[in-house]
């Protein structure tokens, strides 16, 4: 089962930031925060990952809360092509190639 | 760049019958993953490999098969495919390394298969 939480659904509108909220109840001090998003029928596709300061890249930016139990993506100007499910995923260092999906979150860019 | 890659894309079949996904990747990756998509769901990984020559069971193995020969291909075998296995298939491939641990997972379109 999937160890993360996040809220079923959300909109946005064009141009304005997106806060996609996520809730790491039972993360352990190994595991990094990953996100990654998936676009309508395509392979999901990574965005940014995390292990306890706050990380920027091109796509967007993570912030983890001090005790990390919880996160925040930013997509600080949200575009239509951003419209995608977005899942948060907590990935302890060894885990090599397995990844436990949750239902994540369906994110809505509106005009 | 073709990154990973897999066939076919749309596979229809009947109750019985087996066939093999297959997934290649030209990254070099060592580890490959197969996840299942049902409607609505998030991934739930089936098998997956940390090099060649081996393979692991994940979440859902039930009813499917992997072997890893070769570092660049990870087949997915249904032997008797069932109505339960339809599903949207995806592979992934990804290495560990550098900063902060990276293990970004590269994920292929997807093999979208109907067991009638």
């Known amino acids: 089962d999937a160890k993360t939480t996040q809220p079923p659904s959300m909109d946005c509108a064009e141009g304005r930031a997106a806060n996609l909220p996520c809730n790491h109840s039972t993360i352990s001090g190994n595991e990094y925060v990953y996100w990654y998003r998936q676009i309508h029928s395509q392979g999901p596709q990574y965005i940014i990952h995390g292990l306890k300061n706050n990380e920027t890249n091109e796509m967007a930016s993570l912030i983890i809360t001090e005790d990390r139990k919880s996160s925040t993506l930013i997509l600080p100007h949200a575009t239509l092509r951003d419209t995608a499910v977005y899942y948060c995923?907590?990935?302890?260092?060894?885990?090599?190639?397995?990844?436990?999906f949750g239902g994540g979150t369906r994110v809505l860019v509106k005009p | 760049n073709a990154g990973v890659t897999q066939t076919p894309k749309f596979q229809v079949l009947k109750t019985g019958q087996s066939m093999t996904l297959q997934c290649a990747q030209d990254?070099?990756?060592?580890?490959m993953s197969w996840y299942r998509q049902d409607p609505g769901m998030g991934l739930r990984l089936i098998h997956y490999?940390?090099?060649?020559?081996?393979?692991d069971q994940g979440e859902v193995p039930n009813g499917y098969n992997v072997s890893r020969s070769t570092t660049e291909d990870f087949p997915l075998r249904l032997l008797s495919a069932a109505p339960s296995q339809t599903s949207v298939y995806f592979c992934?491939?990804?290495?560990?390394?550098?900063?902060?641990?990276?293990?970004?997972?590269?994920f292929g379109a997807g093999t979208r298969l109907s067991v009638l």
């Open positions: 992934a491939s990804s290495r560990v390394t550098g900063r902060l641990a990276k293990n970004i997972q590269y």
């Open positions: 995923i907590d990935v302890p260092q060894a885990a090599g190639n397995k990844l436990t």
């Open positions: 990254m070099n990756h060592e580890y």
């Open positions: 490999s940390v090099g060649a020559g081996i393979t």
